[in-house]
């Protein structure tokens, strides 16, 4: 069954690689990355099982909330995501975004490369270990394609 989730809130690239991340209108996700998004540690990002990386633009504003100064695209995320229950997020769900058909494959670890995105404790208030519900997520890409900020988000 497929039915409405969420919107792009936000599309996010680097052409030099790093944090953060650039808003853009619109990317092509591929099989192995987002277009014009460069990688810089290829051992821990990028690859089919890591082609694009997901965030919550409610987990953001509730970040925020708590005094870090984080904005989409700080902590190296591809799509920022709006509407979405983060609580769907488990390994192997599947989502339409556009013409993409994108699925799971585990919690993005937090580094400290994004370390300025943080206050306190810093970047391990995201890390799914210690604060389950909060991560970033990496998707396979199973059906590539051009996707547009504002782009509805199906689950499949």
């Given amino acids: 069954m497929v ?3 969420a919107i792009v809130n936000s599309i996010n690239i680097r052409k030099d690689g790093g944090v953060p991340k650039f ?4 990317v092509f996700l591929g099989k192995n990355n987002v277009e014009g998004d460069k990688q810089n540690d290829l051992q821990y990002h990028g690859g089919p099982t890591r082609a694009v990386c ?28 709006q509407g979405l229950d983060w609580e769907l997020m488990k390994v192997g769900a599947r989502f339409k975004i556009g013409p993409v058909e994108i699925e799971l494959t585990g919690p993005a670890p937090p580094c ?13 208030r995201i890390s799914e270990k210690k604060y389950p ?13 051009l996707i547009s900020k504002n782009d509805e988000i199906l689950k499949l």
Avoid: C, D
Avoid at 23 to 26: F, I, K, M, R, T
Avoid at 55 to 67: C, D, N, T, V
Avoid at 133 to 145: H, L, T
């Fill in 112 to 124: 400290k490369t994004i370390s300025e995105s943080f206050n306190g404790e810093g970047f391990v």
């Fill in 133 to 145: 519900g909060w991560s970033r997520w990496y998707a396979s890409v199973n059906k590539e394609g």
């Fill in 23 to 26: 808003p853009v209108s619109q």
């Fill in 54 to 81: 997901l965030f919550s633009m409610e987990r953001i504003l509730a970040l925020q909330k708590e005094g870090h100064p984080i904005q989409p695209g700080t902590t190296g995320e591809n799509l920022t995501i």
């Fill in 3 to 5: 039915k409405f989730m």
